[in-house]
C-alpha cells in the first residue's frame, strides 16, 4: 500500500450507509410519463433561453434551450413530443418557488435528431471535445451541476496536471454512482480519456471508496492498459467533497477561497465522464441521468435510469410506492440533500437521489444546550470551529462568523451529525450564508439606486445647463436681430435725410 492510499483525511463521520436496499439492484429505465416538465434553470450559471414555441413538435436531443453568458448550459428534448406550454413550474429547489419551464408531451415514438458522431473521437482538438460537450449540456452530475465544458476549458488554460474521477458516493442511501460503475465501466474509462485529452492531463486517476468491491474490480478491469489509475480511499463521509479526494490521493491540499485548478487539478463525477462519452461518441446531449430512489418508506428501492423533467412522484411510483407513512420527502442525500415541499418537481441534471425517510430514520429530537464536546471540530473536514461559529450567528455577530471561517463551510452536515446536543448546526450556516447574500444583494441594490440617483442628478444638471445655453443662445440671437433691426432703420433713416 503506497503513502498516499495511507494518507487519512481530516474530520468527516462514519454515518450508516443504508445502500443495501439498493446497491445490488441493476439500473432499469424509467418510463415515459404522460407530460415533462424541462426547466430551463438546470445548471449553475445564466438560465438557458427557450428557442422553441408552443405547439412545435420535437426530436429527443433537440435544443430546446440555449445558454446564455460564459457559465451556462443548453437544455434539450429529453425524448419526442410536442411542445405544449413554455412558463412556471415549481422547481426542485429548497423554496420550491417556480421556475421557466418547457412542458413536453411525448409521443411514445422516441426518435432522436440525426448525431454528429466523429469517426475517431480520440482524434479531436482539445478544444473540439470541450465545444461538444458544451453543446451537449453536459455538467457536473455529482450534484454541482457546473458547466462541464467552463471547467474544462479553464483547467486546459491553467495547466492541470491530473484529472481526478469522484466515485466516493459518501452519501447514505445513494447507489447510482456505484452502479454506473459495476454496469457502464467501458463507457466511463472511455469518458475519462476523453476528458484527459481535452485538458492535457498527464494523469488520470479515479477514486472508489473502499465499500465497493465490485465497482473497483469493474473499473480497475476496464481501466487495463489505458494509464487511467484506479484507486480505492476509506470508506467514510464527506469523502465525495473534491477537496478531501484531492488530498487523499495526491497529498495536496486546496487553499481557501481557491480552485482545485490553482493546484493543478481537475475534479469529475464518475456519472459526468459517463456522459461526456455519450456526448462525444454517439452524439448524444444530456437527456437523462441515474437516480436512487431509497428510504425506509419505498417499497422497493431502485436506480432508475430517468428522463429530465420526470415528475418525483412518478419515481416513488415506479418503485411500488411507499409501504409506510413518509415523514421526509429528500431531493439529493440526507447529509447535503434538501427536503422536498411536494413531489410535482422535476427530475434534473443534478439530480441524485429521491427519499422517502420514516420517523425512526430521521430521529428528531429536541436540541439541547452547547456542552462544549468539540466532537463538531473533531468532525468537520474543512478544520473549522462550528460551536463558536454558531454562538456568533445566534446573537447576529455574523462579522465574527466569517472571521472565524463560515464561508469555508461546504454545508456537509458532517457537525450536526455528530453533536450530542442534537443542535443544527449547518442550519445556522446555511441562515447565516443567506443572511450575507441578502446583504450583498442589498447592498449592491443600494449602490446601484445611488449610481441611478448620481446618473438622475447629473442628467437633471445637464439638461438644465442646456436650457441655460439655449435660452442664452435665444437671446442672443433675439438681441443680434433687434440690433440689427436698429442699424438697419439707422441706415434707412441717413440715406433718406440725404436724398
Given amino acids: 500500500m503506497s503513502f498516499l492510499s495511507r494518507l487519512k483525511p481530516r474530520g468527516g463521520v462514519h454515518p450508516e450507509g443504508r445502500k443495501a436496499s439498493s446497491a445490488d439492484t441493476a439500473i432499469r429505465a424509467m418510463p415515459l410519463q404522460q407530460r415533462l416538465y424541462v426547466p430551463l434553470q438546470?445548471?449553475?450559471?445564466?438560465?438557458?433561453?427557450?428557442?422553441?414555441r408552443v405547439g412545435e413538435k420535437v426530436l429527443a436531443g433537440q435544443l430546446i434551450g440555449a445558454g446564455q453568458?460564459?457559465?451556462?448550459?443548453?437544455?434539450?428534448?429529453?425524448?419526442?413530443?410536442?411542445?405544449?406550454?413554455?412558463?412556471?413550474?415549481?422547481?426542485?429547489?429548497?423554496?420550491?418557488?417556480?421556475?421557466?419551464?418547457?412542458?413536453?408531451?411525448?409521443?411514445?415514438?422516441?426518435?432522436w435528431i440525426e448525431a454528429d458522431v466523429p469517426a475517431d473521437p480520440f482524434a479531436?482538438?482539445?478544444?473540439?471535445?470541450?465545444?461538444?460537450?458544451?453543446?451537449?449540456?453536459?455538467?457536473?452530475?455529482?450534484?454541482?451541476?457546473?458547466?462541464?465544458?467552463?471547467?474544462?476549458?479553464?483547467?486546459?488554460?491553467?495547466g492541470v496536471d491530473t484529472l481526478i474521477i469522484n466515485g466516493g458516493e459518501c452519501e447514505p442511501y445513494l447507489t447510482c454512482d456505484d452502479r454506473i460503475m459495476r454496469e457502464r465501466a467501458a463507457e466511463i474509462v472511455?469518458?475519462?480519456?476523453?476528458?484527459?485529452?481535452?485538458?492535457?492531463a498527464a494523469n488520470a486517476l479515479v477514486g472508489i471508496e473502499d465499500n465497493k468491491p465490485e465497482a473497483l474490480a469493474a473499473m480497475r478491469a476496464a481501466a487495463a492498459a489505458t494509464g487511467v489509475e484506479i484507486r480505492a480511499v476509506p470508506a467514510?463521509?464527506?469523502?465525495?467533497?473534491?477537496?478531501?479526494?484531492?488530498?487523499?490521493?495526491?497529498?495536496?491540499?486546496?487553499?481557501?477561497?481557491?480552485?482545485?485548478?490553482?493546484?493543478?487539478?481537475?475534479?469529475?463525477?464518475?456519472?459526468?465522464?459517463?456522459?461526456?462519452?455519450q456526448a462525444i461518441c454517439l452524439g448524444r446531449p444530456l437527456v437523462s441521468r441515474i437516480v436512487t430512489v431509497s428510504g425506509g418508506?419505498?417499497?422497493?428501492?431502485?436506480?432508475?435510469?430517468?428522463?429530465?423533467?420526470?415528475?418525483?412522484?412518478?419515481?416513488?411510483?415506479?418503485?411500488?410506492?411507499?409501504?409506510?407513512?413518509?415523514?421526509?420527502?429528500?431531493?439529493?442525500?440526507?447529509?447535503?440533500?434538501?427536503?422536498?415541499?411536494h413531489t410535482s418537481v422535476p427530475v434534473v441534471k443534478g439530480t441524485s437521489g429521491v427519499l422517502a425517510l420514516t420517523q425512526s430514520e430521521i430521529g428528531l429530537t429536541q436540541p439541547a444546550p452547547c456542552i462544549r464536546c468539540s466532537s463538531c471540530v473533531r468532525a468537520c473536514p474543512v478544520g473549522l470551529l462550528p460551536l463558536e461559529m454558531a454562538a456568533r450567528i445566534r446573537t447576529d455577530d455574523l462579522a465574527?462568523?466569517?472571521?472565524?471561517?463560515?464561508?469555508?463551510?461546504?454545508?456537509?452536515?458532517?457537525?450536526?451529525?455528530?453533536?450530542?446536543?442534537?443542535?443544527?448546526?449547518?442550519?445556522?450556516?446555511?441562515?447565516?450564508k443567506g443572511e450575507l447574500m441578502a446583504q450583498a444583494r442589498g447592498k449592491l441594490?443600494?449602490?446601484?439606486?445611488?449610481?441611478?440617483?448620481?446618473?438622475?442628478s447629473a442628467r437633471m444638471e445637464r439638461i438644465a445647463r442646456e436650457r441655460e445655453e439655449a435660452a442664452a443662445a435665444r437671446k442672443a440671437a433675439k438681441e443680434a436681430r433687434e440690433a440689427a433691426a436698429k442699424e438697419a432703420a439707422a441706415r434707412a433713416a441717413t440715406t433718406e435725410a440725404t436724398a
Wanted: hydrophobic share 45%.
Fill in 42 to 52: 438546470q445548471h449553475i450559471g445564466a438560465p438557458a433561453k427557450p428557442v422553441v
Fill in 69 to 111: 453568458g460564459n457559465i451556462s448550459a443548453p437544455v434539450h428534448a429529453p425524448t419526442s413530443g410536442w411542445v405544449t406550454a413554455i412558463g412556471d413550474h415549481p422547481a426542485p429547489h429548497p423554496s420550491g418557488l417556480p421556475a421557466a419551464t418547457v412542458i413536453i408531451e411525448p409521443d411514445g415514438e422516441g426518435r
Fill in 124 to 158: 479531436l482538438a482539445p478544444d473540439d471535445i470541450a465545444a461538444r460537450v458544451g453543446a451537449a449540456g453536459v455538467v457536473g452530475l455529482g450534484g454541482a451541476a457546473f458547466p462541464s465544458m467552463v471547467k474544462l476549458d479553464a483547467s486546459r488554460k491553467s
Fill in 190 to 200: 472511455s469518458g475519462i480519456r476523453l476528458m484527459q485529452r481535452a485538458v492535457g
Fill in 236 to 277: 467514510m463521509y464527506p469523502m465525495g467533497w473534491e477537496k478531501q479526494m484531492i488530498q487523499v490521493l495526491l497529498g495536496r491540499e486546496v487553499p481557501a477561497e481557491s480552485r482545485s485548478a490553482d493546484i493543478g487539478v481537475l475534479v469529475h463525477n464518475v456519472a459526468t465522464a459517463w456522459a461526456v462519452q
Fill in 297 to 341: 418508506a419505498v417499497a422497493q428501492p431502485a436506480n432508475l435510469e430517468v428522463p429530465l423533467g420526470t415528475p418525483v412522484q412518478a419515481l416513488y411510483d415506479a418503485c411500488g410506492g411507499f409501504n409506510a407513512r413518509p415523514a421526509r420527502l429528500v431531493l439529493g442525500g440526507p447529509m447535503m440533500g434538501h427536503q422536498l415541499t
Fill in 400 to 432: 465574527a462568523a466569517v472571521a472565524l471561517g463560515l464561508k469555508d463551510c461546504i454545508g456537509c452536515g458532517s457537525c450536526s451529525y455528530v453533536c450530542p446536543s442534537s443542535i443544527p448546526l449547518v442550519h445556522y450556516f446555511n441562515y447565516a
Fill in 445 to 456: 441594490k443600494q449602490e446601484a439606486t445611488k449610481k441611478l440617483a448620481a446618473e438622475r
